[in-house]
């Protein structure tokens, strides 16, 4: 029988309760969750994500976007195929564990914690967005498709692995039924608790499936979507493409963001700085910042004993503001939050993906550094002779570190 469960039900109803509870779950799940999806998929789980990232076509320098990462294995693959890679979790855990993978063998992969409603990367920036169980986990698909689109550039594909729902609705009751069962078991076995797994069937139970999903990918302005059956129908890989250039009409939110212009004060600095100068330009296209300031940094070229260029750029990014209906002492209410429109890290990813820019050297959550050895004069000399530039980002309102 179809097993329900009517207080998980409720807190996975609203976005804002499966937001909680998927962050909740994942958290504690994060360092048995290589273990959990090889012991529930026997071991296919892999399999299926490499044939996903074959479907994905990568190519020298493919821009890469993994959404709901967890602890890599698609951004690993996709990197390992030769991608320029962003990996996203909501999850810092699962974040922390992607890290210490990839630790283990240097790629070209950058890891972001943020939620993939709102990401904090710039429009039109990776040639290819991937995600493995990230559809099924969000609390507003649409929403999240439609951030999807935004980030890919023209032509660009999304490509997504995700548990199908069982059309039948008498196979749909065994299979939810056993998932229950299994789940319950491995939740009690390495958690001590039987729930732990359960949201696995109750979100195939509110996932539309994989037609649902094709279905919706093209309400939402995909083109080319189509879905190959993996696991006998149990799992789908979709794929799907944004128009190109050509069909491309911009949407309401971008035009929103470019409506009032990017306040740009160069003032404090010298023009000094090839670096400095790509930086400049790139970040002028940034539709999410709204102000830019860049100034030549205190440490002189004598001070470094070598030649030394430094500058600091101040970014103040734009806001946004969401609204949602929630309850009050049961009545209705609307709930308003206001938020950056993206994150220093999120700026990090976005330059990551320009090719003149690349990933930065050193980065924390108030900062992001790039190091650039200009030239070397005459190329026999020692390190005296080098011309080091060294460009700092902050965002606006945090105090530099000197
Ligand atoms: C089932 S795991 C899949 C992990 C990985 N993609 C894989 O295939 O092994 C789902 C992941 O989605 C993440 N997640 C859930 N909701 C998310 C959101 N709104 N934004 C970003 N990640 C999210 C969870 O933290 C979790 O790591």
């Given at each position: 029988m179809e097993s329900v469960d009517p207080p998980l039900r409720a807190a996975l109803a609203t976005p804002d309760g499966k937001s909680r509870y998927t962050r909740r779950v994942f958290a504690t799940i994060a360092d048995r969750y290589d273990l959990i999806t090889v012991l529930l998929s026997y071991g296919q789980d892999r399999r299926w994500k490499r044939r996903l990232v074959a479907m994905a076509r990568i190519g020298p320098g493919t821009r890469a976007l993994d959404l709901a990462c967890g602890t890599g294995d698609i951004a690993c693959e996709a990197a390992a195929a030769g991608a320029r890679v962003v990996g996203l979790d909501l999850v810092a855990r699962m974040v922390e564990l992607a890290k210490q993978r990839l630790g283990r063998t240097p790629r070209d992969v950058m890891l972001l914690v943020g939620d993939m409603m709102r990401l904090p990367l710039a429009d039109r920036a990776f040639d290819l967005v991937t995600t493995g169980y990230g559809l099924r986990n969000v609390p507003d698909l649409a929403g999240s498709l439609d951030e999807i689109r935004r980030v890919l550039k023209p032509g660009g594909r999304l490509l997504a692995l995700d548990f199908n729902r069982p059309g039948n609705a008498v196979l749909r009751s065994i299979y939810l039924g056993y998932l229950t069962m299994v789940g319950s078991a491995l939740g009690f076995a390495l958690h001590g608790d039987p729930d732990t797994y359960r949201y696995i069937p109750e979100t195939i139970r509110m996932y539309p499936g994989a037609a649902g999903v094709a279905r919706l990918m093209r309400e939402r302005g995909f083109v080319e979507v189509e879905y190959m059956l993996v696991a006998g129908g149990l799992m789908a890989i979709h794929s799907g493409r944004t128009r190109h250039l050509s069909s491309v009409v911009p949407g309401p939110r971008t035009e929103a963001r470019y409506a009032?212009?990017?306040?740009i004060d160069t003032s404090l600095w010298s023009g000094e700085g090839d670096f400095t100068r790509v930086l400049l330009e790139t970040l002028k296209g940034f539709d999410r910042i709204a102000f830019l300031r860049v100034e030549d940094a205190p440490a002189s070229r004598a001070e470094a004993g070598y030649n030394l260029i430094a500058s600091e750029f101040y970014v103040g990014f734009t806001t946004e503001e969401r609204r949602w209906p929630g309850r009050r002492f049961g009545f209705p209410i609307a709930r308003?939050?206001?938020?950056?429109?993206?994150?220093?890290?999120?700026?990090?990813?976005?330059?990551?993906?320009?090719?003149?820019?690349?990933p930065p050297d050193y980065s924390d959550e108030?900062?992001?550094?790039?190091?650039?050895t200009e030239h070397v004069v005459p190329p026999y000399q020692t390190r005296g002779y080098k011309l080091v530039e060294l460009v700092r980002i902050y965002e606006i309102g945090r105090e530099p570190r000197r």
């Amino acid at each position: 029988m179809e097993s329900v469960d009517p207080p998980l039900r409720a807190a996975l109803a609203t976005p804002d309760g499966k937001s909680r509870y998927t962050r909740r779950v994942f958290a504690t799940i994060a360092d048995r969750y290589d273990l959990i999806t090889v012991l529930l998929s026997y071991g296919q789980d892999r399999r299926w994500k490499r044939r996903l990232v074959a479907m994905a076509r990568i190519g020298p320098g493919t821009r890469a976007l993994d959404l709901a990462c967890g602890t890599g294995d698609i951004a690993c693959e996709a990197a390992a195929a030769g991608a320029r890679v962003v990996g996203l979790d909501l999850v810092a855990r699962m974040v922390e564990l992607a890290k210490q993978r990839l630790g283990r063998t240097p790629r070209d992969v950058m890891l972001l914690v943020g939620d993939m409603m709102r990401l904090p990367l710039a429009d039109r920036a990776f040639d290819l967005v991937t995600t493995g169980y990230g559809l099924r986990n969000v609390p507003d698909l649409a929403g999240s498709l439609d951030e999807i689109r935004r980030v890919l550039k023209p032509g660009g594909r999304l490509l997504a692995l995700d548990f199908n729902r069982p059309g039948n609705a008498v196979l749909r009751s065994i299979y939810l039924g056993y998932l229950t069962m299994v789940g319950s078991a491995l939740g009690f076995a390495l958690h001590g608790d039987p729930d732990t797994y359960r949201y696995i069937p109750e979100t195939i139970r509110m996932y539309p499936g994989a037609a649902g999903v094709a279905r919706l990918m093209r309400e939402r302005g995909f083109v080319e979507v189509e879905y190959m059956l993996v696991a006998g129908g149990l799992m789908a890989i979709h794929s799907g493409r944004t128009r190109h250039l050509s069909s491309v009409v911009p949407g309401p939110r971008t035009e929103a963001r470019y409506a009032a212009p990017m306040e740009i004060d160069t003032s404090l600095w010298s023009g000094e700085g090839d670096f400095t100068r790509v930086l400049l330009e790139t970040l002028k296209g940034f539709d999410r910042i709204a102000f830019l300031r860049v100034e030549d940094a205190p440490a002189s070229r004598a001070e470094a004993g070598y030649n030394l260029i430094a500058s600091e750029f101040y970014v103040g990014f734009t806001t946004e503001e969401r609204r949602w209906p929630g309850r009050r002492f049961g009545f209705p209410i609307a709930r308003r939050e206001v938020t950056g429109s993206t994150t220093l890290a999120g700026l990090g990813a976005a330059l990551s993906a320009v090719e003149a820019i690349g990933p930065p050297d050193y980065s924390d959550e108030g900062m992001l550094q790039y190091l650039r050895t200009e030239h070397v004069v005459p190329p026999y000399q020692t390190r005296g002779y080098k011309l080091v530039e060294l460009v700092r980002i902050y965002e606006i309102g945090r105090e530099p570190r000197r």
